[in-house]
């Protein structure tokens, strides 16, 4: 476990303060701040390298109203509009309210702690437009470097703040006692061990791994919501599953994202016979969508993303000029071959607006959560926003003294009731919560044998629970996870460890898909293809 700052923490019975699970934006952010701020006992825990997260391929950027020009027409309203349209009905408006109102508060922390976003030659913050977004208010960092560039930012305070950063420690799962998260089990190199802390915040991102099609790096196995989910603690939404409507259609995985703020700039879909069919500028569950249909109308693989007309492309998307040009295009030259593929994941761990969840000493934020400001379709360059105004919350209400959840955002949907406006929610029919880990070293199974089950299993969910879906094609994907899980076996490895991970996270995705008979934001049933008023509700998956 190389670069800890203080692996004896690992083995040591003092609790840390706070015990952050995983690198991206949500977590590092609560870590600056419980420790820089607060003084804190801090540990960062992570199965890479710190650098290593979902939020250092962000492209696009942060959506926040920062008011720096006075002639804007933009507000937090307006803002607060677009992320609540885009939710297809299912959105939390205090969430998105305490999103738009504080997130130009945390971008402006960032640039504090040394991010540098592009400004123009004024040197005023360039602001780009976006999919599902009425006005350009996307800040972003070297073009489509933007999470690379908050990365930097947060890994460099976080190195020089955390009173322990694990990493190539693998988190398994929750220790919980006395009805109180006090910490977790962890595979590192040094075999398993405890790690206690009077509070644990889960920031592991998302699940993308989920799908043979993806935008979403390696790590992103659902980490998290999989351990939740074997405590018992209430997860929701997790039917939406967010698909890009433009990865580079290619063999490789991940798929290279072409940034929504191209689609901002003018590039333009085509179909095979080169013609328009959607606007490109709708939320990206609606372009996907159109993009599918297109696709299974004229039996292609893929669509044409035209950025033949864009200005100094090069300029503005060097990074972007840089990875197409590796993959063997000619930017901005040709057309690039693009179609959906898996990106986000809308729902997960059920908070409150502060990021406590159902289990009191346990808080999530970002991805892996469901704070209720994405209902069932995240607005473009919402999540790294997200992440770090829920991260700092969560730091907040730890100081605070706050002890389990409140009946406030999306956990109204698992304490309170429907009567207050908010969304309400319903037991997902029949669940029931993943059994343990069976935990087995060494591998039962060698890690060649685990990837080739993952790369069926992935196969089988892209065909079973993409874009479109329906009960059979579910019912199919629900036998094959079965099958894989029993495949499977006991695990041994940190391989067998995040595919079991991703069997438990696809069968709740399946029986809430299932159970979801409407076709709503990015969950698309082509037996239900309506939406259905009296769908207006919150599956939460609890023991
Ligand atoms: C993009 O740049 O298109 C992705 C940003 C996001 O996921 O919001």
């Known amino acids: 476990m190389p670069s800890s700052a203080n692996s004896a923490d690992l083995h040591s019975g003092e609790p840390l303060d706070l015990l952050v699970l995983g690198s991206g934006v949500a977590g590092l952010s609560a870590a600056v701040r419980a420790a820089r701020r607060h003084g804190l006992r801090v540990g960062v825990l992570t199965k890479g390298e710190l650098e290593q997260s979902t939020t250092r391929w962000a492209q696009g950027g942060v959506a926040a109203v920062l008011h720096a020009d006075p002639d804007s027409p933009d507000s937090t309203d307006l803002h607060l509009l677009d992320t609540l349209t885009a939710g297809a009905g299912l959105c939390d408006e205090d969430a998105v309210r305490v999103l738009v109102d504080e997130g130009p508060s945390r971008v402006n922390g960032l640039i504090a702690l040394g991010a540098t976003f592009d400004r123009d030659g004024e040197g005023k913050l360039e602001l780009a437009r976006e999919g599902g977004h009425t006005l350009p208010r996307i800040v972003h960092a070297g073009g489509t470097d933007t999470g690379a560039e908050i990365e930097r930012a947060l890994v460099d305070a976080v190195r020089a703040t955390a009173a322990a950063i694990f990493e190539h420690a693998f988190a398994t799962d929750l220790l919980v006692e006395a009805g109180r998260c006090r910490g977790v089990r962890a595979v590192t190199t040094d075999g398993v061990v405890d790690v206690a802390a009077r509070n644990v915040l889960l920031a592991t991102g998302g699940a993308g791994q989920l799908y043979s099609v993806t935008t979403n790096p390696v790590e992103a196995t659902g980490d998290g919501v999989a351990m939740a989910l074997r405590a018992g603690v209430a997860c929701a939404d997790v039917e939406f599953v967010q698909f890009h409507p433009t990865a580079v259609h290619r063999a490789t995985m ?191 199974m060698a890690d060649a044998g685990v990837a080739d089950l993952l790369a069926r299993f992935q196969h089988g969910m892209t065909a079973g629970a993409g874009v479109l879906r329906s009960a059979d094609s579910l019912d199919e994907a629900a036998v094959l996870v079965d099958k894989v899980r029993g495949e499977l076996g006991p695990v041994g490895s940190v391989a067998g460890v995040q595919l079991a991970n991703l069997l438990d996270v696809a069968t709740a995705v399946l029986a809430a898909a299932r159970a979801r008979e409407e076709s709503r934001g990015a969950h698309t049933r082509s037996d239900h293809p309506d939406r259905r008023d009296e769908f207006c509700f919150r599956l939460v998956l609890s023991r």
């Open 254 to 444: 991940p798929r290279l994202l072409l940034s929504e703020a191209l689609r901002g700039h003018g590039a333009k879909l085509r179909d095979a016979r080169g013609e328009r069919f959607v606007d490109e500028l709708l939320p990206r569950d609606q372009v996907s969508r159109a993009i599918t249909r297109r696709m299974l109308d004229d039996g292609t693989e893929h669509v044409w993303l035209d950025i033949t007309e864009l200005e100094a492309f090069d300029q503005r998307f060097p990074t972007l000029t840089r990875e197409l040009r590796a993959a063997g295009f000619d930017p901005p030259a040709e057309w690039v071959p693009v179609a959906p593929a898996a990106h986000y994941f809308c729902g997960g761990v059920v908070t409150d607006l502060d990021g406590a969840t159902s289990l009191p000493g346990l808080w999530a934020a970002g991805e892996v959560a469901c704070s209720g400001v994405h209902g069932a379709n995240r607005l473009a360059s919402n999540s790294l926003l997200e992440g770090m105004v829920f991260g700092w919350r969560v730091v907040e209400a730890i100081e605070a003294g706050q002890e389990g959840p409140s009946t406030t955002g999306a956990m109204r949907a698992v304490l309170g009731t429907a009567a207050d406006g908010a969304i309400g929610g319903r037991p997902l029919p029949g669940w029931t919560s993943p059994g343990a880990l069976a935990w087995t070293p060494p591998a039962a």
